[in-house]
Nanobody, 120 residues
Framework: QVQVVESGGGSVQAGESLRLSCRVS????????MGWYRQAPGEQRDLVAD???????FYHESVKGRFTISRDNARNMVYLQMDALEPDDTAVYYC??????????????WGQGTQVTVSS
């Protein structure tokens, strides 16, 4: 059974930092893509950043230069270092693991989400 578990959310002041962590457990030899999405109240869920197995990264324009995504392939973990946080970063942040594996076909797993609140 696959589990995706996030941690590290919280409440901070604008300009401060948070580090989110996500662990994906299950019978994976590797995970093609791992990423972070966020959803604010009344808004759609948007991709914040992702990183593929080769280390190629994507960032949403609004977080470039402030957020850094990284992963530990041996432990199937992904991290999001968030610096210079702004009130507009307030949202529930979700971890995602997706790809294709011969034993399971196409997969797309989500965590339960972790709240990030940034006050001005």
């Amino acid at each position: 059974q696959v589990q995706v578990v996030e941690s590290g959310g919280g409440s901070v002041q604008a300009g401060e930092s948070l580090r989110l962590s996500c662990r994906v457990s299950g019978s994976f030899s590797s995970i093609d893509a791992m990423g972070w999405y966020r959803q604010a109240p009344g808004e759609q869920r948007d991709l914040v950043a992702d990183i593929n197995i080769g280390g190629r990264k994507f960032y949403h324009e609004s977080v470039k230069g402030r957020f850094t995504i990284s992963r530990d392939n041996a432990r199937n973990m992904v991290y999001l270092q968030m610096d210079a946080l702004e009130p507009d970063d307030t949202a529930v942040y979700y971890c995602n693991a997706a790809g294709v594996q011969s034993s399971r076909g196409v997969y797309d797993y989500w965590g339960q989400g972790t709240q990030v609140t940034v006050s001005s």
